[in-house]
């Protein structure tokens, strides 16, 4: 952790948010099938309307802990009864289906490269490559993650380094080259650097 952090500051600007920021302290979850879930259930969705939703398909599905059978013993018209879309009730089934047929393996996407895990849940419906980027760097914990297409990484690059607009991923992928292979720790610090407050 020192070393990464060390290597981040020779970015002065990285160096100014760490300093502001202090401690790397992301927060991790295990790399299952309930959390693929649950970040289907939180796209485009406030904190705490996700919230609220989630934890009504967490009761229903089964209580401690959700899995595609869970899901898919739910009438679709039920999941849409606790407040998911027509498309999202679509999007966990089309997950739960894939699990269950062994076609999303969650047992061996640690074992897999980033671009296989991106290639592998992408194959769900209403899976994008953000949501699995997010996946690989809050349940995979990839250390070397840049989500180009994700709004709050692009607005810090922008206030951050004073560019004119937001920047379009050849800018990003360049800002970030000297990052490598921390790029995940450096985007923890970019969205913190959006809080008006250290939390």
Not at 3 to 32: F, N
Not at 97 to 109: H, N, Q, S, Y
Not at 164 to 185: G, Q, S
């Amino acid at each position: 952790m020192p070393t990464a952090l060390q290597h981040l500051k020779k970015d002065p600007v990285l160096a100014r948010i760490i300093e502001r920021w202090g401690d790397y302290r992301i927060q991790y979850r295990p790399p299952t099938f309930e959390a693929l879930v649950r970040s289907i259930v939180s796209q485009q969705l406030s904190g705490k309307a996700a919230a609220t939703i989630y934890a009504r398909v967490h009761s229903a599905a089964g209580g401690s802990e959700i899995t595609p059978e869970g899901i898919l013993a739910l009438a679709p018209e039920t999941l849409r009864e606790m407040g998911l879309s027509g498309q999202k009730t679509a999007y966990v089934r089309d997950l739960a289906e894939k699990t269950r047929a062994g076609a999303v393996d969650f047992a061996e996407l640690p074992h897999l490269s980033d671009e296989d895990v991106v290639a592998r849940l992408t194959t769900v419906k209403g899976i994008g490559v953000w949501t699995v980027q997010m996946f690989l760097m809050f349940a995979l914990k990839r250390e070397d993650v840049l989500p180009v297409a994700d709004l709050g990484i692009r607005t810090a690059m922008k206030r951050e380094y004073g560019l004119p607009e937001l920047p379009k991923p050849d800018e990003m992928h360049r800002i970030a080259a000297p990052w490598a292979p921390h790029r995940t720790m450096a985007c923890w610090y970019l969205w913190r650097s959006l809080d008006n407050q250290p939390a």
